[in-house]
């Protein structure tokens, strides 16, 4: 079992930086994929950023150049540095786990942290 806890969210204006955390605590292989995913209101859940534990990074369209995905393999924590917020980023932020290779890891979520980028 693996156990994720997320942490940094909060409210920011627009134009403004947040940095999420998200600390793996269990039974964690040494190869895995850890990344962030988003919610908004009445949207689905949308992929934000994944890196695996060799640091290759994927992002979404919608946060390159604005959002970095990064981790500390030692402590089991992958952050995501938030710049440049809009509105639309809006939504809570779910951290996720693939326990393994990608093929055949299991996948956990954390509870989420909220984000919210208003006046």
């Known amino acids: 079992q693996v156990q994720l806890v997320e942490s940094g969210g909060g409210l920011v204006q627009p134009g403004g930086s947040l940095r999420l955390s998200c600390a793996a605590s269990?039974?964690?292989?040494?190869?895995?994929?850890m990344g962030w995913y988003r919610q908004g209101p009445g949207k689905e859940r949308e992929l934000v950023a994944s890196i695996n534990t060799s640091g290759t990074t994927n992002y979404a369209d919608s946060v390159k150049g604005r959002f970095t995905i990064s981790r500390e393999n030692a402590k089991n924590t992958v952050y995501l540095q938030m710049n440049s917020l809009k509105p639309e980023d809006t939504a809570v932020y779910y951290c996720k786990q693939i326990n393994g290779p990608p093929q055949y890891g299991r996948t956990y979520w954390g509870k989420g942290t909220q984000v919210t980028v208003s006046l």
């Open positions: 269990g039974s964690i292989f040494s190869v895995n994929v």
